[in-house]
């Protein structure tokens, strides 16, 4: 371990020129990230404005930090799941002078250690995956709350969810914007870059045939419609399981089969859950299970795959491969666990490919640059969870657009006047 006390600790810092060529890569695939950095590079808006984050520490999430620096701002950065750190990457970082405290594998302990380490510039901004960091604040350090903080950004349906909860019991004590509630980051980010990175870990671990195989998808919200869209695309024959009405209905229609929990677990071949929620597959659901199974979680939290129940029934446990461990039962059938049960896409491949993370990243830069603008002002919002501007929306849409060399259609004024003109009919 490399560590410079109050300034970083990282893996190894000889790997930061590997961590910096992959950098480099992804700054080549996210061009509306780079064209908002160019942008806000000379003015830099952030001068004198403290940004503490705690989120994967990817080589896209490395291109919004030093888009954040380039724009002025002083960054302390952590990891937001204990398995998903770049360790090169983290590296390069740290090379760069950026204070960051990350690596690959710690233990919860040293999760809480990292946040705090981060909190010692008494960060003006927060930005969150899973809302950790701003917990951490109002658990451990309030006086952050009301001294330094302005306001925070949350990535992730998880801690949005929950923030939104605290918000409602008068307990968040700054506001929060809810970047993962932009339709550039929901709809993005979470179908189509969960969905393609979800099935990269499952190959990455086990490498697996999916044609032919039986996929169980637990959830139908946005991560999971877009993990059985994929699958269904590899072959696979989708089943999804759900308790909410609407969304088990969109899957039927959708072609996907639907059915009970009880009952997927005793014909799937891999169980991938996508849910936000806890003990979806249970000690009932894996004593039914086929012999060779594979289970996995892409939600944010390793709950959703009750592993104390894994543990209680199995009589023995190695490991078979890297991120793939082999749960054998006492009848002596295998169960095998992806990853921990931690979010497969990141600890066993690399996260979402950093063309979706490009809007996702935009979107976080500038809800951070709008709280700032406002503190300039002299303005706050609420202490409430708080959309992205819908404009800001678009404006990302239509960039990304033209880095795609895409062009699209634009209302006439007529066709403006005809969608409001309540007084023609047929
Ligand atoms: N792997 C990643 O990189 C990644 C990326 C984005 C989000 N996430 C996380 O993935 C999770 C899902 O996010 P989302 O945006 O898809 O949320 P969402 O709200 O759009 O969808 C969740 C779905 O799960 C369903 N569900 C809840 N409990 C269930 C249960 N017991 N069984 C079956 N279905 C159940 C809900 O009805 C809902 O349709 C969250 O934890 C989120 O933070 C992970």
Redesign the pocket.
């Known amino acids: 371990m490399d560590e410079k006390k109050g300034q970083f600790k990282v893996r190894d810092l000889k790997s930061a020129n590997e961590g910096q060529r992959r950098i480099e890569w992804a700054e080549s695939r996210m061009p509306v990230l780079m064209a908002l950095r160019e942008k806000y590079r000379k003015t830099k808006p952030l001068k004198g404005y403290r940004i503490a984050g705690c989120l994967h520490v990817t080589k896209e999430t490395a291109v919004l930090v030093k888009t954040f620096v380039e724009a002025g701002a002083q960054v302390s950065w952590s990891g937001c799941n204990p398995l998903s750190t770049q360790d090169d990457v983290a590296a390069a970082l740290a090379s760069d002078g950026v204070p960051i405290f990350a690596w690959h594998g710690m233990n919860v302990q040293e999760f809480y250690w990292c946040i705090d380490q981060t909190l010692a510039m008494k960060p003006n901004l927060t930005l969150d995956d899973g809302a950790d960091l701003i917990f951490t604040i109002h658990n451990k350090h309030p006086e952050l709350a009301t001294t330094s903080v302005i306001g925070g950004t949350e990535e ?3 801690g949005v969810h929950r923030l939104r909860a605290m918000a409602e019991a008068g307990a968040l004590r700054y506001p929060v914007i809810a970047v993962n509630d932009a339709e550039t980051k ?1 709809d993005f ?2 179908v189509y ?2 969905g393609q990175s ?1 099935l990269d870990g499952i190959l990455r671990a086990t490498s697996v045939l999916l044609a032919g195989k039986n996929i169980v998808v ?7 419609r877009g993990v059985a869209m994929r699958a269904k695309g590899l072959g696979a024959n989708v089943i999804v ?4 009405p609407t ?1 088990a209905l969109k899957a039927t229609l959708e072609g996907f089969q639907v059915m009970a929990m009880e009952e997927a677990a005793r014909i799937g071949d891999i169980f991938i859950t ?4 806890k003990d ?1 597959i249970v000690d009932r659901h894996f004593k039914v299970m086929k012999d060779g199974v594979i289970v996995c979680n ?3 939290y390793d709950v959703e795959i009750n592993i104390g129940h894994l543990k209680k029934l199995a009589r023995s446990v190695r490991t078979v491969r890297k991120d793939n461990e082999e749960y054998r039962m006492k009848n002596g059938r295998r169960i095998y666990l992806l990853a921990q049960g931690r ?1 497969v ?2 600890a066993a491949a690399e ?2 490919p950093s063309e979706v993370m490009d809007m996702s990243f935009a979107n976080q830069f500038m809800a951070q640059l709008r709280i700032v603008e406002l503190h300039k002002k002299g303005q706050r919002l609420e202490n409430k969870v708080h959309d992205i501007a819908k404009e800001q929306d678009q404006e990302i849409a239509k960039l990304k657009l033209e880095t795609m060399g895409i062009d699209i259609d634009r209302l006439t004024k007529e066709q403006v006047r005809y969608i409001t003109d309540y007084a023609s009919g047929t």
Do not use: I, Q, R, S
């Not at 399981?241 to 909410?244: D, L, Q, Y």
């Not at 996508?274 to 929620?277: C, D, K, Q, S, Y």
């Open positions: 992730t349906t998880t929901w980010d979470n870059g969960t979800t637990a959830g139908f919200g946005h991560c999971g399981t759900e308790v909410k969304a996508a849910t936000g929620v979806v892409t939600g944010h979010l896409n990141l996260g979402h």
